[in-house]
C-alpha cells in the first residue's frame, strides 16, 4: 500500500529544503567544533509548526499524527540528527494526562517554540531499569524537595523546562518497584538550571548540537502545583506513548542511514581509482545496493508502525522490531559509507563519520537493542522468568 499522500508528499518536501538549505550546512559546519543548534534553526522550525505537530489546533498546534511527524524527523536526521532530536522536546508534554487549565497554558507556548523541554529519568544506576531511580521528593508544605542525581539529561540548561521523576514514598515494594514514582515539570530561564541543581556536562562521541547534562539535585524546591499527573504514577507517564518515541527513533535512525547513502553514491561517482569511477566497480556497486534496500525495509517497517499508532491500534511490538531493526541498519549502512569513502571517510572533512557517530546512538536511547529484543521474544514467548 501506499501511505504518502498529497499532503504528506508536501510536508516532506518542505522539510527536505529546510533540513538541504538550513540544517545540513550548519550540521558540516558547527558538529566538528561541537558548537550549538543555531537559534535560527529552532526558530525556523518554530515558524513552521514542527514543535506543535502532535498539538490539536485548538491550542494552537498542527493536529497532525505520528506518521508526519517521523517524516519530518527522518528529514531533519539526514541533516543533523540532534536537530530531528529536538523536535520532540516540543512534543514532549503528555497531553492525556494533563488538565484542561494545563493544555491552555503550556500548548499554546509550546507549538510557537517557547516552551520546550527535557527529560530527567535517567540516573547513575537506572538506565535500562527505569523502576530502580533513588532520586527522591519530599513534600514540605505547599512545596516539594527533590534530592538526589540524575545522568543523561540533554538540553537542561536550553529547556525552558525539566520533567524530573523521582519516589515519592519512604518505602520501594520489591515486587512493585515501579510503584510510588512521580514526575515533576520544573519551569526555569531558558539557558540556566533550575534553583538546588547543579551540573556537570558528559563528554560524548557524538549527538553534538547541544549539550547532555549530569545532574544534581540537592534540595530543589519547586511548588506543590509542579506535579505532573498522579502522584506515584510516574512510571506511567515516563513510559508514556513509547511507541511513538520509537517510531521516532526509527525514523531517525533512517535518516542518518539515508544521508550516508546519498553521501557515499555522490563520492563513488567522483572518486577515481585505477583509471575509472569507484562506483563502476561491481563490490562498491553491491555495497550501495544493498545499503539502499535495507533503508528502505526500515522506513517501511516504521511507516507501518505509524500508520498503526495514528489508527489507535495497539503496536509495541512492531515499534519495538522498527526501532531494532532501524538502528541496527543505520549502524551497519553509515559504517559502510565510511568504507566507500576509504580514508576520507575517517577524517571530520565529510558527513559520513557524524552519521556513523550519531547511528550508533540509536542502538542504545528509547531502549538499547537488547531491550527491544527482550520486548518482542516476550510477545513471542511469554515472559522470561529469569
Known amino acids: 500500500m501506499s501511505y504518502m499522500t498529497e499532503e504528506r508528499l508536501m510536508i516532506q518536501e518542505a522539510a527536505r529544503q529546510f533540513t538541504m538549505e538550513k540544517v545540513l550546512p550548519a550540521a558540516n559546519r558547527l558538529d566538528p567544533e561541537h558548537g550549538q543548534i543555531p537559534m535560527e534553526i529552532r526558530d525556523e522550525m518554530a515558524r513552521m509548526g514542527y514543535f506543535g505537530m ?44 494533563m488538565s484542561e487549565a494545563d493544555k491552555r497554558n503550556y500548548l499554546p507556548r509550546t507549538a510557537k517554540g517557547e516552551f520546550l523541554g527535557a527529560f530527567a529519568l535517567s540516573e547513575p544506576n537506572a538506565g535500562s531499569d527505569v523502576a530502580n531511580l533513588s532520586c527522591r521528593a519530599r513534600r514540605d508544605g505547599d512545596d516539594w524537595v527533590i534530592t538526589g542525581n540524575k545522568y543523561w539529561c540533554t538540553f537542561a540548561d536550553g529547556a525552558d523546562y525539566i520533567i524530573v521523576f523521582a519516589r515519592t514514598t519512604e518505602t520501594v515494594d520489591p515486587k512493585r518497584r515501579h510503584a510510588g514514582i512521580s514526575a515533576f515539570l520544573i519551569e526555569k530561564p531558558r539557558g540556566e538550571l533550575p534553583p538546588g541543581v547543579k551540573g556537570s556536562p558528559i563528554p560524548k562521541i557524538g549527538y553534538f548540537g547541544w549539550t547532555t547534562w549530569e545532574l544534581a539535585f540537592d534540595g ?160 513471542l514467548l511469554g515472559k522470561s522468568r529469569t
Request: net charge negative; hydrophobic share 40%.
Open 54 to 97: 502532535l498539538i490539536p489546533e485548538e491550542y494552537g498546534g498542527l493536529g497532525l499524527g505520528c506518521f508526519e511527524y517521523c517524516i519530518v524527523a527522518e528529514e531533519l536526521a539526514r541533516g543533523w540528527m540532534s536537530v530531528a532530536s529536538i523536535l520532540a522536546r516540543g512534543n514532549l508534554l503528555p497531553i492525556d494526562s
Open 220 to 379: 530543589c524546591r519547586v511548588p506543590a502545583t509542579s506535579l505532573l499527573g498522579e502522584e506515584g504514577k510516574g512510571f506511567y507517564l515516563a513510559t508514556h506513548e513509547l511507541e511513538r518515541a520509537r517510531a521516532h527513533t526509527a525514523a531517525r535512525a533512517v535518516g542518518l542511514a539515508r544521508g550516508a547513502l546519498e553521501d557515499a553514491t555522490k563520492y563513488a561517482l567522483e572518486r577515481e581509482q585505477f583509471g575509472r569511477p569507484i562506483g563502476e566497480f561491481q563490490a562498491i556497486r553491491f555495497k550501495l545496493a544493498s545499503m539502499a534496500t535495507d533503508i528502505e525495509a526500515a522506513r517501511q517497517l516504521t511507516y507501518y508502525v505509524c500508520d498503526e499508532i495514528d489508527s489507535g491500534r495497539r503496536c509495541d511490538k512492531q515499534a519495538s522490531m522498527a526501532k531494532l531493526f532501524a538502528s541496527e541498519m543505520a549502524e551497519r549502512v553509515t559504517s559502510e559509507a565510511i568504507q566507500i569513502f576509504g580514508g576520507a571517510g575517517y577524517t571530520t572533512l565529510n558527513a559520513v563519520e557524524r552519521y556513523w557517530r550519531d547511528a550508533r546512538l540509536t542502538k542504545i536511547f528509547e531502549g538499547t537493542s537488547e531491550i527491544q529484543m527482550r520486548i518482542i521474544s516476550d510477545q
